[in-house]
């Protein structure tokens, strides 16, 4: 019923500004350049998985200023939200658009970035390093993924140790999204399978050029398939380390690939500072 007398009004305003202001002082946290993020596709579904615990603010207590106190930070159950993608997930002819035009078609712009990819990363970031198919992160930058995500690298590891076998391994050339598994961080990990093997068994330079281009294929056609939940890609000068192919032949054969305009357009390029 609309309020009648002034102390009703006043009560009934008092109560619908409370109401307001609990609703706009939340929601920026997570309002940001990555709006869609956690948005969910399917809210009924998500909602029942993951629930999100929003905070009550307490009742009565106020700063000496008088303004409610500052809202607790959410927290949210995400964990599990996606599943894993890989060259299972992608259809027959991905990489055929039709009726395109070569001249049309934009190449990756790589933006560059000193310093260390695994700081200040934003939720929703993929961070993309190459792999050998063996399932190892032994050594180089895999080695930081494994002790940062240990989630994630059980996964990959059986995915291409116990899902494949030495006698049926996973095919180079191809990409393995990771959703995210660790924690709060929401960050997704391309793994390109830029060579089967690793170490003095790697595959050689030009093969693993050419892995690379088919992977980065790929990586930016799963990217599309969660686009709504990525907001940046970075990767490492991928080749350049262990698997030594100077980052340049990379970074050559990566500005060949034609995109679909559905992919993203940009990837961050970090390497270390000296
Ligand atoms: N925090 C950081 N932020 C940003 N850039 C960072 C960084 N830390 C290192 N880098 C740089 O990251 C590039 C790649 O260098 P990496 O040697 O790691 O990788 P890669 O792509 O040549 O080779 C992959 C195989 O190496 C492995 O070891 P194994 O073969 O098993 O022995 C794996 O298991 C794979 O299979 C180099 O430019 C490093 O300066």
Redesign the pocket.
């Known amino acids: 019923l609309p309020p009648r007398s002034p102390a009703q009004r006043l009560r009934y305003t008092t109560c619908h500004y409370r109401h307001e202001q609990r609703t706009t002082v939340m929601s920026p946290q997570r309002d940001t350049s990555i709006r869609s993020y956690f948005k969910p596709t399917g809210a009924g579904d998500i909602k029942a998985k993951n629930p999100v615990t929003v905070p009550e603010a307490i009742p009565g207590k106020r700063t000496t200023s008088g303004t409610p106190p500052p809202p607790k930070k959410f927290k949210t159950t995400t964990e599990n939200k996606h599943q894993h993608l890989d060259y299972t997930h992608v259809t027959s002819g991905w990489l055929d658009v039709p009726g395109r035009q070569d001249a049309d078609q934009k190449s990756l712009q790589l933006t560059y970035h000193k ?4 700081a200040d990363v934003p939720p929703g970031t993929v961070l993309v ?4 198919t063996q399932g ?9 993924f494994k002790q940062q995500y240990p989630k994630a690298y059980t996964d990959h590891h059986n995915f291409c140790a116990k899902d494949h076998t030495k006698s049926n391994p996973v095919s180079t050339g191809t990409t393995q999204l990771l959703a995210p598994r660790d924690g709060d961080k929401q960050h997704w990990i391309g793994c390109v399978f ?2 089967a093997g ?2 003095k068994g ?1 595959d050689k330079p030009d093969q693993i050029i050419r892995n690379t281009v088919n992977s980065m294929q790929m990586l930016l056609e799963l990217v599309s398939q969660v686009d709504g939940e990525i907001s940046e890609i970075r990767m ?10 100077p ?1 340049e032949k990379t970074e050559a054969a990566i500005h060949v690939i034609k995109l679909k305009p559905e992919w993203r357009t940009k990837i961050g390029v ?3 500072e000296e």
């Open positions: 310093g260390d990819m695994f390093h190459a792999c050998n190892h992160w032994g050594a180089g930058i895999a080695k930081a830029t060579s690793y170490g790697k490492c000068k991928i080749n350049s380390g262990k698997f030594g192919v980052w970090w390497e270390p």
